[in-house]
Structure formats: structure tokens, C-alpha cells
């Protein structure tokens, strides 16, 4: 009799189950633009490479400006990190955005051969002969405002 009771209970239960209205996963919504995209400018001179936050950059032999690296930043603070190779040369990183900004202020440089720093620009230069490597270490905070250093209409 109790294995009849407890197969009868199993029965009701799978099939009470199998009549259930799925459930659908609720999510949070995407933000409407997304995060802000920045364009990375890099300026290289002749026979010079680097890396910053994984990405590679050639000065080859005329030097380089590399343009149209767009990367998005969640709104917070970042710290970027990388190398330079290249002896008595001037190197220049700038941040630029249609999408958000930077906190003004926030663009700093923590480490390297730091010659200048700017609201969007960071200028080093290497004065020694030595070839590298030199590592460079970045900090700046991403606002998904307009009011804000590095934003820009066109």
C-alpha cells in the first residue's frame, strides 16, 4: 500500500510539473548606448614599437600615428600598462570620445619616462640611448557624462 501512495504522489507531482508555464529569466536591461567608446591615439616615432594593455604598435620606419583603435570603457577607473622600445624618442598617447568623457583631472601617468601630462594626453620621452624596454603605467576615470575632459562632437 505505501509504494502504491508514494508512486500515486510521484505521478501528481510530474505531472503538475509537466503543466507548469515556463519561466523566463528576467534581466537587467542594457543601457541604452551601451559603455563609451574612446579612440586610442597613439603617436610612435621611427623605429620604436610598444605595447599598451595588451595592444601592439609599430613605429616601423617612418614612425606612426595609430588611429581608429576604438575600445569601450565601462564608467570607472582604469589602470593601463605596457612597454616602450626605442632610444631618444618622444611617444604620445591621447583619449578621445563622442560617448561619455573622462573625469576631469583624472589622466595620469604613474609610471615611465613621463615628459608631459594633459587633460587627454600623456607625452613620453625617452632621453637616454638605451633602447628599452620602459615600462608605462596609465590611470584615468571614465564618466558616462559629457561634461567631462576628452569629449568631443565631431
Known amino acids: 500500500m ?4 508514494l508512486l500515486l504522489a510521484a505521478s501528481v507531482l510530474a505531472v503538475s510539473c509537466s503543466h507548469a508555464a515556463p519561466t523566463i529569466p528576467e534581466t537587467d536591461p542594457l543601457p541604452e548606448f551601451g559603455v563609451p567608446m574612446f579612440d586610442f591615439i597613439l603617436v610612435l616615432p621611427p623605429h620604436s614599437t610598444g605595447n599598451l594593455h595588451g595592444m601592439l604598435f609599430d613605429g616601423s620606419t617612418n614612425g606612426a600615428t595609430q588611429t581608429g ?6 564608467p570607472q577607473t582604469h589602470t593601463m600598462e605596457g612597454t616602450l622600445y626605442g632610444s631618444g624618442y618622444v611617444y604620445s598617447f591621447k583619449l578621445w570620445t563622442k560617448e561619455g568623457s573622462l573625469v576631469p583631472g583624472s589622466l595620469k601617468a604613474l609610471s615611465g619616462p613621463v615628459e608631459q601630462v594633459t587633460s587627454c594626453e600623456v607625452v613620453f620621452i625617452n632621453h637616454t ?10 590611470q584615468f576615470t571614465v564618466q558616462d557624462s559629457f561634461k567631462g575632459d576628452c569629449h568631443s562632437n565631431f
Open 69 to 74: 583603435l576604438k575600445v569601450g570603457l565601462e
Open 2 to 5: 505505501r509504494h502504491l501512495i
Open 129 to 138: 640611448a638605451e633602447s628599452g624596454p620602459f615600462p608605462i603605467k596609465l
